[in-house]
């Protein structure tokens, strides 16, 4: 589990609530069923009807990459795996890395790897699993968008709520009782959309785009490797190409 996710929603939500308890207001005041169904209803309509069935599965499944960290140190489990594999097929011979394709810590690189023990010519294996990275890339990032989309749609929804309050409120100038609910209606309303808007759309966008751009340079990193040692390249100069994909941390260790 994500933890700085967690810890970002409670900060920036909570900043607003302890705000507003500072300045004298309750709590419950920001509570307000009618502006939260025009909001998000209204929103989540506007998206549906903006993007394609398959963007909003891919959205959906995505949402599961915002709370779930990536697996600590794979850069550079992998990194080694690639490097012991390369020694074990100048050593040995390529076929004899078959019986450890299960073991690799990151499925992509047995699939890969499998293609290459298979005798498939390189360039074709380049141009296979290039091409699909790059499809599989741009369905992942038509995923994130929706929640871009959604980013920006939510404040304008906000406006739309917050003028029909106002309009509650002019229907009723004759009975004060419900002025102060249209008011509220309204306000909390243009909260609804703005807050929603930076504090949870906008960051998921954001945090997918940064995830899945990582989980990019994962897969080239290990296709880079796989089309090394089937090229017979010296296994130090496999841990040269393959250094500028780890995080600076980790070269740093490697030095």
Known sequence: M?????????????GILLGQILEGGQV??????AAAF?????????VIVGTTREDLISAWKLIGWVFRSQKKGIESRIYNELVDASQIAR????LSLEKRLENFSHPYAGTVLRYVIDGIDPDIVKN???????????????????????GGYAPTIGIIGAVLGLI?????????????AGIAVAFVATIYGVGSANLIFFPIAARLK??????????????????????????????????????ERDRVKLK
């Open 38 to 46: 025009i909001v998000f209803g209204g929103t989540f309509g506007a």
């Open 91 to 94: 050593k040995e011979s390529i």
């Open 128 to 150: 296979v699993f290039e091409t699909e990275r790059d499809i599989e890339e741009r369905k992942l990032n038509s995923g994130a968008k929706v929640f871009m989309d959604a």
């Open 28 to 33: 419950g005041t920001l509570v307000q069923g």
């Open 2 to 14: 994500n933890i700085s996710v967690w810890v970002g929603l409670i900060i920036g939500i909570g």
């Open 168 to 180: 509650h409120v002019m229907e009723n100038l004759s009975d004060t009782s419900k002025l102060g």
């Open 210 to 247: 940064r995830r899945i751009a990582e989980e990019m340079r994962i897969k080239e990193m290990i296709l880079n490797g796989a089309l090394s040692i089937v090229q017979g390249y010296n296994p130090y100069i496999i841990q040269e190409q393959l250094k500028p994909f780890l995080p």
